[in-house]
């Protein structure tokens, strides 16, 4: 550690006798013909030398520019660029603060130079597409693309491999136009080589449907295309890899893929026992790490970006095998598909004590659970698009999962009260059998009419999904009075399923081309659930399951039909855009309840449902966006159906079957500014919600502390959320930069609950302050710390419950060196401090993973050092409070470990089609 401040000290030192010359360039750019101003040209700053990027803009609309920036060169090469006219240049000397160019004329160009491919110019902007060129941005000699992206303008990749364009999130990444390997980026980014990339296309994120209608898409989200180079689409790239380590820790990977023009397969395969994915190769943390901070299903699974990969809580072993294929089968039918198989096992330990806060009094939990979970976890998707001709595109998406999953899992739990008397205790083991079928299907079809922006939209959706389980559970409930323990000892077998249908149907009509749009919007869903629960109680004589258990037995359909007409009214401008929609919903709910007919009901419900939207963009550099949404729903079938529910016979649920829908009423605005030149950034966004008619739980606690719930509708519930952040590069010299970022981020609840029948108000406010520091020497290192701090307070308006107040503090050190030349050393240390824990709680710890790794083989290969929990200090131990209760737990987590693993990248992508002569280039 004291190597690594030492290191930092004399880097900032070094900076002090670091010198260079700001400048700031400005003109005009006009055509040469008539003089009229031209928006949207690039101007950009190029060094003679090797004509590296220095900096670059774009024109407002009367053709004006400014360049600011500072450099070590005594001249520079200026360059302009628009569609329609041809290229300009000329060599500056950069010998004053402030250099006026006037006019610059641009002769306006033949068809054929709109078609040139091998242009410098940067930076293009087509519409809402901004391109960049990839052989105007220098990198590493084996860069990945990530690595590319990290030198774009307003691009910012974070260490776990998220992208941000301007402030907002990249959830989608293509090539060619097509996905490349599911919705995991990492894949993407850190696997091919930025020597086969041509251009990378940024866009706002859409629907292929809405990308052929017209229609605006996701604002807030991103979508990069990676163009590759012709005569790189032809051939096999991929990596292996292999790790082993102390307490039996083990890792392996591998992905292939080969290219043949349209036509591309990708296969990959891992396995681990370290709570990881292991298909993110190009980061050695990303890859041989993970098992911190992951987030796990309750039943067993993980999620990463909408995919699972099987999995659990505490330690997890996995193994994970898929395929990608793409293909272009005919002209204008694409297809696109995948296939998973993820199996997992995992082992987890929890302990929690648990605060709960009556009106008048309290009373403590004590519980500890073991679980034991095997998953197999099948998934299959499709994509066909068919375009009949250049106006009628179809879209089809289906997609199969299949899920098996045994859970081992045993508990105890105890109740005190304020004197510390036990007043009941609960002992619980099961074992369950899970079989998960899913089948769904997208159908969309697209109709465009003439060149006004009118067309017709047709949508098809279908869901079928069966779940069967089997479970045997033994169970004992103790009280003081004896007379009400409850033994029991049962097997339930059990089938849910969902039939799912939604169709609606589009048309828009251009009032003004292109400019004034309205549609018109009908839809209906029709979702049918049916539960059926056999609970059979052990026979003694027969030594079997054979006494029907009807108290704790179930059979009920329960379907919610919707049908919504509504209009949309859009106007859009060049810098500005509004729109306003609404729609009137019709909706019925109906349960059939076979075993209890008395207890079946329907409801007919109908509600306004209305939004509105408007976006501006200032300047390519800045824009902001707000709405307003007032949306419908229904209360839950449980929450509903006036069947009591004792399965759990320390919390008995009986639903309420004259609750009404909760209308909420959302609010939101957001705001980025992103200069490049300056290098500053600043995002916020803010957010409220009010909730009418919302539906609460209601719980009455009697002398056993035995739980008796219902529900009920409340008003005057809200949520507030708002965060900002700012950002600022500073180019100390060519090789050193310096970027510092400050953000916050506030929530705030009101939420008004029931308690022992007293009704209260909860208010919930959060704030957390974070800063970071990033200093980057190229070829050299890079050091990055952080700082969080979390404040939560939680107040009451009721004189019987204590006001909270919680602290917590996280600081974080990452530290990579790059020297000597072939030698990567990464560390990564986070400390957490949380005072509020209860006591046999770990308030504090330590956690740094190290890794040091090493290119050999011509830098095909990588061998790779690591050590996880470098202190052995790895804990989870949280603290959660809410208007109920306030909660302390930890379970099992991921122990120290020493891995040693080696890996190896092949590209053997060829020239105009043809397979190279297997040269391995290593990225990482």
Same mark, same amino acid.
């Given at each position: 550690?004291?190597?690594?401040?030492?290191?930092?000290?004399?880097?900032?030192?070094?900076?002090?006798?670091?010198?260079?010359?700001?400048?700031?360039?400005?003109?005009?750019?006009?055509?040469?013909?008539?003089?009229?101003?031209?928006?949207?040209?690039?101007?950009?700053?190029?060094?003679?030398?090797?004509? /590296?990027?220095? &900096?670059?803009?774009? *024109?407002?609309?009367?053709?004006?520019?400014?360049? =600011?920036? $500072? #450099?070590?060169? !005594? @001249?520079?090469?200026?360059?302009?660029?628009?569609?329609?006219?041809?290229?300009?240049?000329?060599?500056?000397?950069?010998?004053?603060?402030?250099?006026?160019?006037?006019?610059?004329?641009?002769?306006?160009?033949?068809?054929?130079?709109?078609?040139?491919?091998?242009?410098?110019?940067?930076?293009?902007?087509?519409?809402?597409?901004?391109?960049?060129?990839?052989?105007?941005?220098?990198?590493?000699?084996?860069?990945?693309?990530?690595?590319?992206?990290?030198?774009?303008?307003?691009?910012?990749?974070?260490?776990?491999?998220?992208?941000?364009?301007?402030?907002?999130?990249?959830?989608?990444?293509?090539?060619?136009?097509?996905?490349?390997?599911?919705?995991?980026? /990492?894949?993407? &980014?850190?696997?091919? *080589?930025?020597?086969?990339?041509?251009?990378?296309? =940024?866009? $706002? #994120?859409?629907? !292929? @449907?809405?990308?052929?209608?017209?229609?605006?898409?996701?604002?807030?989200?991103?979508?990069?295309?990676?163009?590759?180079?012709?005569?790189?689409?032809?051939?096999?790239?991929?990596?292996?890899?292999?790790?082993?380590?102390?307490?039996?820790?083990?890792?392996?990977?591998?992905?292939?893929?080969?290219?043949?023009?349209?036509?591309?397969?990708?296969?990959?395969?891992?396995?681990?026992?370290?709570?990881?994915?292991?298909?993110?190769?190009?980061?050695?943390?990303?890859?041989?790490?993970?098992?911190?901070?992951?987030?796990?299903?309750?039943?067993?699974?993980?999620?990463?970006?909408?995919?699972?990969?099987?999995?659990?809580?505490?330690?997890?072993?996995?193994?994970?095998?898929?395929?990608?294929?793409?293909?272009?089968?005919?002209?204008?039918?694409?297809?696109?598909? $995948?296939?998973?198989?993820?199996?997992?096992?995992?082992?987890?330990?929890?302990?929690?004590?648990?605060?709960?806060?009556?009106?008048?009094?309290?009373?403590?939990?004590?519980?500890?659970?073991?679980?034991?979970?095997?998953?197999?976890?099948?998934?299959?998707?499709?994509?066909?698009?068919?375009?009949?001709?250049?106006?009628?595109?179809?879209?089809?998406?289906?997609?199969?999962?299949?899920?098996?999953?045994?859970?081992?899992?045993?508990?105890?739990?105890?109740?005190?009260?304020?004197?510390?008397?036990?007043?009941?205790?609960?002992?619980?083991?099961?074992?369950?059998?899970?079989?998960?079928?899913?089948?769904?299907?997208?159908?969309?079809?697209?109709?465009?009419?003439?060149?006004?922006?009118?067309?017709?939209?047709?949508?098809?959706?279908?869901?079928?999904?069966?779940?069967?389980?089997?479970?045997?559970?033994?169970?004992?409930?103790?009280?003081?009075?004896?007379?009400?323990?409850?033994?029991?000892?049962?097997?339930?077998?059990?089938?849910?399923?969902?039939?799912?249908?939604?169709?609606?149907?589009?048309?828009?009509?251009?009032?003004?081309?292109?400019?004034?749009?309205?549609?018109?919007?009908?839809?209906?869903?029709?979702?049918?659930?049916?539960?059926?629960?056999?609970?059979?109680?052990?026979?003694?004589?027969?030594?079997?399951?054979?006494?029907?258990?009807?108290?704790?037995?179930?059979?009920?359909?329960?379907?919610?039909?919707?049908?919504?007409?509504?209009?949309?009214?859009?106007?859009?401008?060049?810098?500005?855009?509004?729109?306003?929609?609404?729609?009137?919903?019709?909706?019925?709910?109906?349960?059939?309840?076979?075993?209890?007919?008395?207890?079946?009901?329907?409801?007919?419900?109908?509600?306004?449902?209305?939004?509105?939207?408007?976006?501006?963009?200032?300047?390519?550099?800045?824009?902001?966006?707000?709405?307003?949404?007032?949306?419908?729903?229904?209360?839950?079938?449980?929450?509903?159906?006036?069947?009591?529910?004792?399965?759990?016979?320390?919390?008995?649920?009986?639903?309420?079957?004259?609750?009404?829908?909760?209308?909420?009423?959302?609010?939101?605005?957001?705001?980025?500014?992103?200069?490049?030149?300056?290098?500053?950034?600043?995002?916020?966004?803010?957010?409220?919600?009010?909730?009418?008619?919302?539906?609460?739980?209601?719980?009455?606690?009697?002398?056993?502390?035995?739980?008796?719930?219902?529900?009920?509708?409340?008003?005057?519930?809200?949520?507030?959320?708002?965060?900002?952040?700012?950002?600022?590069?500073?180019?100390?010299?060519?090789?050193?930069?310096?970027?510092?970022?400050?953000?916050?981020?506030?929530?705030?609840?009101?939420?008004?609950?029931?308690?022992?029948?007293?009704?209260?108000?909860?208010?919930?406010?959060?704030?957390?302050?974070?800063?970071?520091?990033?200093?980057?020497?190229?070829?050299?290192?890079?050091?990055?710390?952080?700082?969080?701090?979390?404040?939560?307070?939680?107040?009451?308006?009721?004189?019987?419950?204590?006001?909270?107040?919680?602290?917590?503090?996280?600081?974080?050190?990452?530290?990579?060196?790059?020297?000597?030349?072939?030698?990567?050393?990464?560390?990564?240390?986070?400390?957490?401090?949380?005072?509020?824990?209860?006591?046999?709680?770990?308030?504090?710890?330590?956690?740094?993973?190290?890794?040091?790794?090493?290119?050999?083989?011509?830098?095909?290969?990588?061998?790779?050092?690591?050590?996880?929990?470098?202190?052995?200090?790895?804990?989870?131990?949280?603290?959660?409070?809410?208007?109920?209760?306030?909660?302390?737990?930890?379970?099992?987590?991921?122990?120290?470990?020493?891995?040693?693993?080696?890996?190896?990248?092949?590209?053997?992508?060829?020239?105009?089609?043809?397979?190279?002569?297997?040269?391995?280039?290593?990225?990482?």
């Amino acid at each position: 550690m004291r190597k690594i401040i030492l290191i930092f000290t004399l880097c900032c030192v070094s900076l002090c006798f670091s010198q260079s010359k700001s400048f700031k360039i400005t003109g005009t750019v006009v055509a040469a013909d008539d003089k009229s101003p031209l928006e949207s040209a690039t101007v950009y700053l190029e060094r003679l030398k090797d004509s /590296t990027l220095v &900096t670059y803009t774009i *024109t407002d609309k009367n053709g004006k520019f400014e360049l =600011i920036d $500072d #450099t070590y060169d !005594k @001249s520079l090469n200026i360059a302009v660029s628009s569609i329609g006219f041809q290229n300009y240049s000329q060599k500056i000397i950069i010998d004053k603060a402030e250099i006026n160019l006037s006019n610059i004329l641009l002769e306006v160009g033949n068809q054929l130079d709109e078609v040139v491919v091998k242009s410098r110019v940067p930076i293009t902007i087509k519409k809402d597409t901004l391109e960049f060129n990839v052989k105007s941005f220098k990198t590493k000699k084996d860069a990945n693309v990530e690595d590319l992206l990290k030198q774009l303008p307003g691009v910012e990749v974070d260490d776990e491999g998220k992208i941000k364009v301007n402030g907002k999130e990249v959830n989608k990444i293509l090539v060619n136009g097509k996905p490349f390997f599911g919705n995991d980026p /990492t894949i993407t &980014t850190r696997n091919l *080589t930025k020597d086969i990339i041509e251009k990378v296309q =940024i866009t $706002d #994120t859409k629907t !292929k @449907s809405e990308a052929y209608s017209g229609e605006d898409g996701d604002k807030e989200n991103k979508t990069i295309n990676l163009t590759i180079k012709e005569e790189n689409n032809k051939g096999v790239f991929g990596r292996v890899a292999a790790g082993t380590g102390t307490e039996k820790r083990y890792e392996f990977a591998g992905l292939l893929n080969v290219f043949d023009n349209d036509q591309r397969i990708s296969v990959l395969a891992g396995g681990n026992n370290i709570n990881s994915p292991g298909f993110s190769f190009g980061e050695i943390r990303k890859m041989f790490g993970g098992g911190r901070s992951i987030r796990f299903n309750s039943n067993g699974s993980f999620r990463i970006d909408g995919r699972s990969f099987g999995g659990g809580e505490g330690i997890t072993k996995s193994t994970n095998v898929g395929a990608n294929y793409a293909d272009v089968l005919s002209k204008g039918v694409d297809v696109n598909g $995948d296939y998973f198989l993820a199996t997992s096992n995992s082992e987890n330990e929890t302990v929690t004590n648990r605060e709960n806060i009556l009106s008048d009094s309290r009373y403590f939990t004590v519980s500890r659970s073991k679980s034991s979970n095997d998953s197999n976890n099948h998934s299959a998707n499709l994509e066909f698009d068919i375009e009949i001709d250049s106006t009628f595109l179809i879209n089809i998406s289906p997609s199969f999962r299949l899920n098996k999953s045994k859970t081992l899992y045993t508990s105890n739990e105890n109740s005190f009260s304020e004197e510390n008397a036990m007043i009941n205790a609960s002992n619980l083991s099961s074992f369950t059998e899970v079989t998960g079928k899913n089948f769904s299907n997208d159908f969309d079809i697209t109709k465009r009419f003439g060149d006004k922006g009118a067309f017709l939209k047709a949508s098809f959706s279908t869901e079928f999904n069966t779940t069967e389980t089997d479970d045997f559970i033994g169970s004992e409930t103790t009280f003081e009075d004896v007379s009400q323990n409850i033994i029991r000892d049962q097997f339930s077998d059990g089938e849910q399923s969902l039939k799912s249908i939604y169709s609606s149907i589009k048309y828009r009509l251009p009032i003004l081309a292109k400019t004034l749009f309205l549609d018109f919007k009908y839809s209906i869903r029709n979702d049918k659930r049916e539960r059926v629960k056999n609970t059979f109680d052990f026979d003694a004589a027969a030594q079997d399951y054979t006494l029907f258990n009807t108290e704790l037995s179930t059979n009920f359909d329960y379907t919610n039909r919707r049908s919504t007409p509504s209009l949309d009214l859009t106007y859009k401008k060049e810098k500005w855009s509004i729109s306003v929609d609404g729609g009137y919903v019709f909706r019925t709910l109906e349960n059939n309840d076979a075993l209890r007919p008395e207890l079946s009901l329907k409801r007919d419900f109908e509600a306004i449902e209305l939004g509105a939207n408007f976006n501006y963009e200032f300047s390519p550099k800045s824009s902001m966006y707000s709405g307003y949404n007032l949306s419908n729903r229904p209360p839950q079938i449980s929450q509903l159906q006036p069947f009591q529910d004792v399965s759990n016979p320390l919390n008995i649920i009986t639903g309420n079957p004259n609750l009404e829908p909760a209308n909420s009423h959302d609010f939101y605005l957001g705001y980025n500014s992103f200069d490049f030149q300056k290098k500053t950034g600043f995002y916020s966004y803010m957010n409220l919600s009010i909730i009418n008619n919302q539906v609460v739980s209601k719980t009455i606690v009697n002398d056993d502390l035995v739980r008796n719930t219902t529900y009920a509708n409340v008003n005057g519930n809200y949520s507030a959320y708002a965060s900002a952040s700012y950002s600022k590069t500073i180019k100390v010299d060519t090789l050193k930069t310096l970027k510092y970022r400050v953000g916050l981020y506030s929530n705030t609840e009101r939420t008004i609950n029931y308690n022992n029948n007293v009704q209260y108000t909860s208010k919930n406010t959060s704030i957390t302050p974070n800063t970071s520091l990033t200093f980057t020497w190229k070829k050299v290192l890079e050091l990055i710390p952080s700082y969080r701090l979390s404040f939560s307070s939680n107040k009451y308006d009721i004189a019987d419950f204590d006001d909270q107040d919680f602290l917590r503090h996280t600081f974080g050190l990452r530290t990579r060196t790059y020297v000597p030349k072939k030698l990567e050393w990464q560390n990564d240390i986070n400390y957490s401090y949380n005072p509020n824990v209860a006591q046999g709680f770990q308030k504090s710890a330590w956690f740094w993973n190290s890794t040091l790794a090493y290119s050999m083989l011509k830098d095909n290969g990588t061998l790779t050092l690591k050590v996880y929990d470098l202190l052995n200090q790895n804990t989870n131990a949280r603290r959660t409070a809410t208007q109920n209760y306030i909660q302390d737990s930890q379970s099992t987590v991921l122990e120290q470990y020493f891995m040693l693993s080696f890996s190896w990248k092949f590209n053997s992508l060829g020239k105009k089609g043809e397979t190279g002569k297997g040269d391995m280039i290593f990225f990482h």
